[in-house]
């Protein structure tokens, strides 16, 4: 995948607002399938989006964290390899 690709769909996927929006349109439409709100394929659609851009998101925060977690231990052994000096 092209790397500019790659960096503009994370980018959108860390927005704290794209996850909220993601969030509310899962809930939305799972209540309108169970309510028999959507009928049929329309159901199934909405579903698999919902799931789609769920896993999506928890993908790219995962990510988020183990990088953010790699930078705190890079800090770390440096800020110890300068005590140790």
Do not use: F
């Not at 159901?43 to 790219?60: D, F, H, M, P, R």
């Amino acid at each position: 995948m092209n790397e500019e690709i790659k960096d503009a769909i994370q980018s959108i996927a860390n927005h704290p607002q794209v996850a909220a929006y993601t969030s509310v349109a899962t809930v939305t439409t799972s209540l309108a399938s169970l309510m028999g709100g959507l009928q049929g394929a329309l159901s199934v659609v909405a579903s698999i989006v919902g799931i789609v851009l769920s896993v999506i998101l928890c993908i790219t925060h995962w990510r988020k964290g183990v990088l953010e977690r790699r930078v705190l231990e890079l800090e770390i052994a440096q800020i110890k390899m300068e005590l140790g000096k």
